[in-house]
């Protein structure tokens, strides 16, 4: 197939939206497709990619490290009108998805959307008064941006629910984005060496590891007064928090005023490249957000081979076994009872197989061969004039 991904946001940014897109690309082609993707301009990349269409932008005024596309739908109805396109997978509901959503219906092929974002747990960028109002119009405009599309593709079931209660009718499928396991799983030993000497860390310390963007809804400050309160009774604890973000300021300070700037260690951003040497430094992962539809980083975190102390969310029905990969928690004494069972009782070290085996159900060459099975079955039901859910029937 001629497949076209439309998305705001692409390698080399990292975020979950970008990885996801990234590795969709990648399994497609390895099963024989010819995929091209339409992206935002990014001024880091330098390197010619192969079928990336970077299309303008300028930054987001509000989220500086996001960007939005600047262009108008005619000139790119040209391009993309040649490559002979079989079907349109949309990754986005701002402008480089309006335009792959236009395009498909000017074409007359099918439209794959998937709704990554749950836009309502980020309206306190807009700095806008009267937030219930606000949710309810994000709500509507997401109903709306999903119902134009033939399929509707999400990541868990919190996701699939939640746009049930949007109200959105279109067909919604569940398929997890996937991780290249091997890539977790192949960690420079020597590396790691030099990064623990780097950031001062020990063989005999408890190493909690939070790795993601550095902003409000990820509620890494909670993980922080966490780490504050076992520290009374365990100085062996050390947080490292890899990524940076419009929070990255505030939470310094919120360490260097609570004087524990020797125990929580800020990495900042990482190249993607190296990203499974930061994950082998953690003894488990962490995290206080409850705003993810997936959470790759913690498919990532499975895969290699760290155990799970989360908060409680219903997008980690799919991946964590309570006990077996992980805990989740709800309040502050189930997150500090959790981590004492993990190094009192050396439970961690006895989950990393379990953590491994969770993350091989979500591998990315499942995620390339559902969404391609996602595509056919679109293709099959616009050929034959059925509905998808007939020819998925068939199919499935």
């Not at 990754?91 to 836009?119: D, M, N, S, W």
């Not at 760290?306 to 006990?323: A, Q, S």
């Not at 928690?329 to 009872?337: H, K, V």
Request: proline share 2%; with cysteine; charged share 25%.
């Amino acid at each position: 197939m001629n497949i076209g991904i439309f998305t705001d946001t692409y390698y080399p940014e990292i975020n979950g939206v970008a990885n996801s897109a990234y590795q969709l690309k990648k399994e497609l082609e390895a099963r024989g497709n010819n995929v091209y993707v339409f992206t935002v301009s990014n001024p880091k990349m330098r390197d010619y990619e192969t079928h990336v269409f970077r299309i303008s932008s300028i930054p987001l005024v509000l989220l500086k490290d996001r960007r939005i596309g600047c262009t108008t739908l005619g000139f790119w109805y040209k391009v993309i009108k040649n490559l002979n396109l079989d079907v349109i997978h949309t990754q986005t509901e701002f402008t480089v998805g309006h335009i792959g959503r236009k395009v498909a219906r000017k074409l007359g092929i099918p439209l794959i959307h998937t709704y990554h974002t749950i836009y309502e747990d980020y309206t306190h960028y807009l700095r806008i008064p009267g937030n219930q109002k606000l949710r309810g119009t994000i709500r509507s405009l997401s109903r709306v941006c999903c119902d134009h599309a033939d399929i509707v593709v999400v990541p868990t079931k919190k996701v699939k629910n939640l746009l049930i209660s949007y109200g959105v009718k279109k067909n919604i499928v569940v398929q997890p984005t996937g991780v290249d396991l091997a890539k977790f799983q192949n960690v420079e030993e020597t590396q790691v060496e030099r990064l623990r000497e780097q950031y001062g860390l020990k063989h005999t310390d408890h190493v909690l590891i939070s790795i993601g963007r550095l902003s409000k809804e990820k509620s890494i400050d909670e993980i922080i007064a966490l780490t504050e309160k076992i520290r009374q009774t365990d100085q062996r604890i050390k947080l490292v928090i890899v990524g940076n973000g419009p929070e990255e300021k505030i939470l310094k300070k919120i360490v260097i005023d609570r004087q524990l700037d020797n125990c929580v260690i800020f990495t900042g951003a990482v190249n993607w490249s190296e990203i499974q040497n930061y994950y082998a430094l953690g003894n488990v992962f962490v995290s206080a957000s409850t705003s993810e539809t997936q959470g790759l980083t913690y498919v990532e975190a499975l895969a290699s081979g760290k155990p799970l102390l989360v908060k409680k969310d219903e997008c980690l029905n799919e991946i964590l076994e309570y006990g077996k990969n992980g805990y989740s928690f709800t309040t502050d004494s189930e997150f500090i009872s959790n981590y004492q069972k993990f190094f009192e009782a050396n439970e961690w070290t006895n989950m990393n197989a379990s953590a491994v085996d969770a993350a091989k159900h979500i591998s990315s060459s499942r995620f390339g061969y559902g969404i391609e099975q996602i595509y056919m079955d679109a293709l099959k039901a616009e050929k034959e004039g059925q509905t998808y859910e007939k020819i998925h029937a068939v199919a499935g």
